[in-house]
């Protein structure tokens, strides 16, 4: 395996052309390419089916996260019995699956955190701007897909578990987005990840940064990833929160940082934002330490956190070419801000009413 690190990993006789398909498609979607590559993703379509395409391409978002988050974070390396037994199987128990979720809602809390008081979005500017240099951006390079790579699912005509799955997200979301309509061929991962996701993505489940500058840091991302799609439904909702749109459209400049509509708050976590896209944030000191004069350890977590899931869906979302909904849809899939846990409770009451009895087996 230690062959994966060198330069001619696809020549090696070591690997089948199903796994070299897979990593040369992972190697594009870590480096935001995969898009652009209709003959990467041709030969990866010879190997593997819509479903396993989703999940490998979500697989890949997934380590671009971890390893963005972790990186940064500077976690340490547990000692090598640790690690032997936190990774002792490569099979995860549905059964430990079920019981968190019961646990869950055993433990639900009666009320939530409200989110942190200082984070003040619509302060004016004052002291200096932030000294980092702005990313570079290109201007005009993000296309509108209309052919999804994937197929979009439907309730009505889906596969049971999917439909049950794109029927769970009406009451959370409002509608059925696209997105969820990809990430549907892989039902049973995405009926975990769709509650994490909208959790860090809002306030009332327990986030403790608000989420107007949340979304500042999140429409900045997406400007850096050139991400049609994540940009459209994150300034959707940066405008139900109340967001105007002179800074809106200051997030898409490329002397972002040094505009005077974001307050020094805002421009140390858009600073961060974009060192943790580029996965550099782990060797800028001077960054962090700003950092640390305006959010304290839990809300850089948080912030952290935040980017690192945005790089993700960013990187997904265009390797898989998810076409937009109608301007419409958009909007009334991203009418508030302000998420219901007793919403999210319901979720994953039904999910383990509907437990399987089976789970489907990995194809080798």
Not at 149 to 154: G, K, S, T
Not at 307 to 322: E, F, K, P, T, W
Request: hydrophobic fraction near 40%; charge should be negative.
């Amino acid at each position: 395996m230690l062959e994966l690190a060198s330069s001619d990993y696809l020549t090696s006789a070591h690997f089948s052309p199903r796994e070299r398909a897979a990593v040369l498609w992972a190697e594009n979607v870590a480096k935001n390419t995969a898009r652009e590559r209709d003959d990467v993703y041709a030969a990866v379509k010879q190997h593997f089916t819509d479903a396993e395409l989703v999940e490998l391409t979500d697989v890949c978002g997934v380590f671009a996260v971890s390893n963005r988050f972790q990186d940064t974070m500077r976690l340490p390396i547990e000692e090598q019995g640790e690690i032997n037994k936190i990774k002792s199987s490569i099979r995860a128990d549905p059964n430990r699956i079920k019981a968190f979720l019961e646990m869950l809602i055993e433990t639900w809390p009666k009320e939530f955190p409200s989110p942190s008081s200082i984070d003040r979005t619509g302060e004016t500017a004052a002291g200096s701007a932030s000294t980092a240099p702005a990313r570079k951006l290109t201007v005009n390079t993000m296309p509108a897909y209309s052919v999804p790579r994937v197929p979009l699912l439907d309730a009505e005509t889906a596969p049971v578990e999917s439909a049950r799955f794109l029927s769970s997200t009406r009451p959370l979301l409002g509608g059925v987005s696209n997105a969820f309509r990809v990430w549907a061929h892989s039902p049973h991962v995405a009926k975990l990840f769709l509650p994490y996701q909208i959790s860090l993505e809002r306030e009332g489940a327990g986030s403790i940064l608000q989420t107007p500058l949340k979304l500042l840091v999140l429409i900045r991302t997406a400007h850096l990833n050139a991400a049609t799609y994540s940009l459209a439904h994150r300034t959707a909702l940066g405008r139900a929160a109340g967001i105007a749109e002179e800074r809106l459209a200051a997030l898409g400049a490329e002397d972002c940082i040094a505009s005077p509509l974001f307050s020094p708050r805002e421009r140390a976590a858009l600073v961060w934002a974009e060192h943790v896209a580029d996965n550099t944030a782990k060797r800028r000191e001077d960054i962090f330490d700003d950092l640390k004069k305006h959010f304290a350890v839990a809300e850089i977590v948080e912030l952290t956190g935040s980017c690192a899931m945005g790089n993700r869906l960013d990187l997904v979302h265009n390797a898989l070419c998810v076409p937009l909904e109608s301007p419409a849809e958009i909007e009334a899939l991203n009418r508030s801000v302000r998420l219901d846990p007793t919403r999210i409770k319901t979720y994953f009451e039904t999910l383990l009413a509907d437990w399987p009895r089976e789970f489907p087996v990995c194809r080798s």
